[in-house]
Nanobody
Framework: QVQLVESGGGSVQAGGSLRLSCAAS????????MAWFRQAPGKEREGVAA????????YYADSVKGRFTISQVNAKNTVYLQMNSLKPEDTAMYYC?????????????????????WGQGTQVTVSA
């Protein structure tokens, strides 16, 4: 059974940092795309950062460029999201996602519709 399990969320003041982890089991995402999405109450799910696990190429939403970093540890089938200089508008439920069984394309790598596997989410709250 494929599972993605997120951890590392919490509450932090503006300007602080958090590191989210996503541990995958039941499938090895060795040449796939994995990503982090977020969803705030009343808003659509937004792609934040993605990584192609085959070569490590990364993609970011404009809203987080320069502040967030996605990385991977293939041997551990784990993806991280380092979040620095956090802002109140970063408050959301953060989800780990992965594409399995199909190609991942640069044009849709931050699109939720492209992803087949999802974690349950971890809450990030940033106070002013």
């Amino acid at each position: 059974q494929v599972q993605l399990v997120e951890s590392g969320g919490g509450s932090v003041q503006a300007g602080g940092s958090l590191r989210l982890s996503c541990a995958a089991s039941g499938y090895t995402y060795s040449n796939n795309c994995m990503a982090w999405f977020r969803q705030a109450p009343g808003k659509e799910r937004e792609g934040v950062a993605a990584i192609y696990t085959g070569g490590g190429r990364t993609y970011y939403a404009d809203s987080v460029k320069g502040r967030f970093t996605i990385s991977q540890v293939n041997a551990k089938n784990t993806v991280y999201l380092q979040m620095n200089s956090l802002k109140p508008e970063d408050t959301a439920m953060y989800y780990c996602a992965a594409i399995r069984g199909s190609w991942c394309l640069a044009s849709t790598i931050l699109s939720a519709d492209a992803y087949t596997d999802w974690g349950q989410g971890t809450q990030v709250t940033v106070s002013a």
